[in-house]
């Protein structure tokens, strides 16, 4: 399997190559045994390399099954009440989802590698990393069900898109990504359009606006905010350990997920005086289900694409449930033109914040000459993810390098900088990606001449004082891949050590990396 490749990437011009594994555990987030091989990416890194057009064509289609599985799933709890209210306790259908999910990636885990799988979905860091984050979805369900409660899930599905808005203030705090003017104010006429349908479809339900219910879209909003904090992180965890074959990933989430559902679940008092199980029937089994289907196909969503996307699925769901509540004869609800216009407005500004140009790529259209990126300020840039396995193909050649994932656009071809602010690096920049580089610490002898076996280990991360990659200056433009030999990475390095020496000879890193 192609290691430590970005989640949804092709490799980069150091990896073009792979190389058979014996261990258990693959880098690629993949399980492999004697017999089985089981990929946690859809589609898998084989077929992104091997067959480019085909694995476009199953990203649409896990698209698409995405926006069906958003839109299905309110529709679903609609069904499920009596005379417009929910009988059963609201959190019970989310304690029994994350122990069905549970159970579910435990059988994957033991069908695809018997108890060393099982044993992936329980080791420490798993539980950790994605266990704290799957406490926090736990509110966020609980919100879900307290406010569907008393609105249609077409309202609550259009309410959602706020977290487009706030996604964008996540990634700013978070991962260092900006907004352009244009992007600000498409997010404002968004939130216009979404307001306007709301008090259009309530108006058109109960007679006017003062019927919308006020408790009920407080805890959306609450909803908004702890589930674009936790797709955010879920975004950078999920691709920070690709080491980690995802279904560990979902176990971690839902075990702790489980746990904190269930103690919600104590605060409804229908929970102590009915039972656990009351007023509950076949559609409620229906709803559980389904935020099992969501819970699965929002990772692999996350993976595969982006927090971005995700949103931009659910924007389409919209259009889903209203269409889906219209036509199917279990609803009341009746066509009326200015509502399906305004959720179609609501898509379209989706849609035209999504393609409006990012700030970086407005800088970046046109790459500057390789003098003048020698010469230009050091840029620095939040680290998104580091990962301390290198590519088969600098592995094979005996060089130690790392993989890296930082918040802006680096310069093409191969450049040098300093790492965490303390460690002097020479990386090279994916070629279709330049948000992903591969990384030499120019401390340490990068060529040792040594091939690595299967099991030779990878080298640690080092640690760091600030998470960042501050690129200095440019070493050279990109070569072709067949031109990639041990050889010329010690010339890039020694080219590399070179320009930093006069740097430092010159008096002005300090002033640049601080």
Request: aromatic share 8%.
């Amino acid at each position: 399997p192609i290691r430590s490749q970005p989640v949804g990437r092709e490799p980069t011009a150091m990896a073009c190559t792979q190389r058979p594994s014996t261990t258990d555990k693959a880098i690629d987030g993949s399980v492999s045994f004697a017999h089985t091989k089981m990929s946690a990416y859809f589609p898998s890194r084989a077929t992104v390399s091997q067959a480019p057009g085909r694995a476009k064509v199953l990203k649409l289609a896990l698209f698409a099954f995405f926006v069906v599985t958003r839109a299905l799933h309110p529709m679903l709890i609609d069904q499920s009440k009596s005379d417009g209210k929910i009988l059963y306790a609201k959190n019970t259908p989310v304690v029994m989802n994350k122990i069905l999910t549970v159970f579910l990636m435990n059988l994957l885990a033991l069908l695809s590698g018997g108890w060393s799988g099982v044993r992936l979905c329980w080791q420490p860091r798993c539980l950790i990393v994605f266990g704290l984050i799957g406490t926090v979805y736990a509110l966020g369900d609980f919100l879900e069900m307290l406010s569907l409660a008393t609105l249609t899930g077409g309202v609550y599905q259009v309410l959602l898109q706020t977290k487009l808005m706030i996604t964008a203030l996540m990634c700013w705090w978070l991962k260092g990504s900006r907004q352009t003017a244009l992007q600000w104010h498409v997010l404002f006429s968004m939130f216009l359009a979404m307001s306007s349908f709301v008090l259009v479809d309530q108006g058109g339900e109960s007679g006017g606006a003062a019927s919308l219910p006020l408790l009920a879209v407080l805890c959306v909003m609450l909803k908004v905010v702890v589930s674009c904090y936790c797709a955010v992180l879920s975004e950078k965890y999920l691709k920070a350990f690709s080491d980690m074959p995802l279904f560990a990933k979902i176990s971690g989430l839902s075990t702790t997920w489980a746990l904190a559902s269930l103690l919600l679940c104590g605060t409804e008092p229908q929970v102590a005086s009915h039972g656990f199980f009351a007023h509950w029937d076949s559609v409620t089994w229906l709803v559980t289900w389904s935020f099992v289907v969501k819970t699965v196909s929002t990772m692999y969503l996350l993976q595969a694409l982006d927090s971005v996307q995700k949103n931009i699925g659910e924007a389409l769901a919209v259009i889903v449930i209203y269409v889906g509540q219209v036509a199917m004869a279990g609803f009341s609800e009746a066509f009326e033109l200015s509502v399906f216009l305004l959720a179609v407005l609501v898509v379209a500004l989706v849609k035209t914040y999504l393609i409006a140009p990012k700030p970086e790529a407005a800088k970046q259209q046109r790459p500057a000459p390789p003098a003048a990126s020698s010469a230009a300020a050091a840029r620095r840039m939040k680290l998104v993810s580091l990962n301390s396995e290198g590519t088969p193909l600098m592995q094979n050649l005996g060089v130690n390098t790392f993989t890296c994932e930082v918040s802006g656009l680096l310069p093409p071809g191969v450049f040098y900088g300093m790492l965490g602010g303390v460690y002097p690096v020479c990386g090279s920049t994916h070629p279709s990606s330049p948000r992903h580089a591969e990384l030499v610490m120019l401390a340490h002898a990068p060529v040792d001449g040594k091939k690595p076996g299967p099991s030779s280990p990878a080298p640690e991360a080092p640690f760091m004082p600030c998470q960042s990659l501050t690129v200095l200056g440019h070493v050279r433009d990109p070569l072709p891949r067949e031109s990639v030999s041990a050889e010329q990475c010690m010339k890039d390095v020694e080219k590399a050590r070179e320009q930093l020496h006069d740097k430092v000879t010159g008096g002005d890193l300090l002033a640049e990396t601080t």
